[in-house]
């Protein structure tokens, strides 16, 4: 299934397509690249079109609460530890399940990081679509946005502390790089979306498009990478760069 959203802006448009790709064809699933045979971020509870022959407890012991389990769990250990420090066998411990029982939603840790990394962009930029779409201006949205992500961060710091965790995960695998290059730069794209509500509206000058894209993506960075896991702290960058957006943070000398 693809997921297409708007990111509205006074005439601009930006298409961001959430998660790996998954599809359905002809008795086959596939998710991610192709490869892997499982989609548990894709539904809490929802069930295939398709039957696959699966390890682990029978179908007939799935539950949503199940896979929610999974997914926090392996989302926590993986960002605080890292695609190459945690095994299934700890994150099943950590879900409350066997290890067997894993094998019945997943077949490799790598099909499970990329089930985590696609419920982290449901959730999130399902939260971000939701801010931006209440504004037409670029900082509305930027605020929005930015609002938002403190919101969650307050919920479940561990959502914005995986998506640091990627980044470093994506440069030390390559196989985690293969899988997830393409749902990053579309994730990039988004915020492209903001940055030219900003040139329709004139808050921001044509030549300065790319400036300000780089801002943004270096201000996310710092927010999950340097912040996130203090939310005093985060609550504080985020009303500095909000005051730095209203020209409110600095004075002018002279």
């Known amino acids: 299934s693809w997921v297409e959203v708007v990111v509205r802006g006074r005439g601009s448009r930006s298409w961001?397509?959430?998660?790996?790709?998954?599809?359905?064809s002809s008795g086959e699933r596939s998710g991610c690249d192709g490869r892997h045979t499982r989609s548990m971020a894709d539904s809490d509870g929802g069930e295939a079109a398709t039957t696959v022959k699966r390890r682990g407890r029978p179908p007939s012991t799935d539950s949503a609460a199940t896979k929610r389990a999974v997914l926090d769990s392996a989302r926590r250990l993986f960002a605080e530890r890292g695609y190459g420090a945690v095994t299934n066998r700890e994150?099943?411990?950590?879900?409350?399940?066997?290890?067997?029982?894993?094998?019945?939603?997943?077949?490799?840790?790598?099909?499970?990081?990329?089930?985590?990394?696609?419920?982290?962009?449901?959730?999130?930029?399902?939260?971000?679509?939701?801010?931006?779409?209440?504004?037409?201006t670029f900082r509305g949205q930027l605020e929005g946005v930015l609002e938002a992500?403190?919101?969650?961060?307050?919920?479940?710091?561990?959502?914005?502390?995986?998506?640091?965790?990627?980044?470093?995960?994506?440069?030390?695998?390559?196989?985690?790089?293969?899988?997830?290059?393409?749902?990053?730069?579309e994730r990039d794209?988004?915020?492209?979306?903001?940055?030219?509500?900003?040139?329709s509206t004139g808050e921001?000058?044509?030549?300065?498009?790319?400036?300000?894209?780089?801002?943004?993506?270096?201000?996310?960075?710092?927010?999950?990478?340097?912040?996130?896991?203090?939310s005093a702290q985060h609550r504080l960058a985020i009303d500095a760069i909000r005051a730095l957006l209203r020209g409110e943070l600095i004075g002018r000398v002279g």
Request: proline fraction near 3%; include cysteine; aromatic fraction near 10%.
């Open 16 to 24: 961001f397509e959430v998660g790996c790709r998954v599809r359905w």
């Open 91 to 136: 994150v099943a411990e950590a879900a409350g399940i066997t290890p067997g029982a894993l094998y019945h939603y997943v077949d490799s840790k790598l099909d499970l990081y990329c089930a985590v990394h696609r419920d982290m962009q449901r959730r999130i930029y399902g939260r971000f679509i939701e801010a931006v779409n209440a504004s037409d």
């Open 149 to 185: 992500a403190h919101e969650m961060n307050v919920e479940d710091h561990t959502l914005a502390l995986f998506v640091g965790a990627v980044r470093t995960d994506m440069r030390r695998f390559p196989e985690i790089d293969a899988q997830l290059a393409a749902q990053v730069a």
């Open 189 to 199: 794209e988004f915020f492209i979306g903001i940055v030219d509500a900003g040139v």
């Open 204 to 230: 921001i000058a044509p030549a300065d498009r790319e400036r300000v894209a780089e801002f943004i993506r270096v201000m996310l960075i710092g927010l999950t990478e340097g912040v996130s896991p203090s």
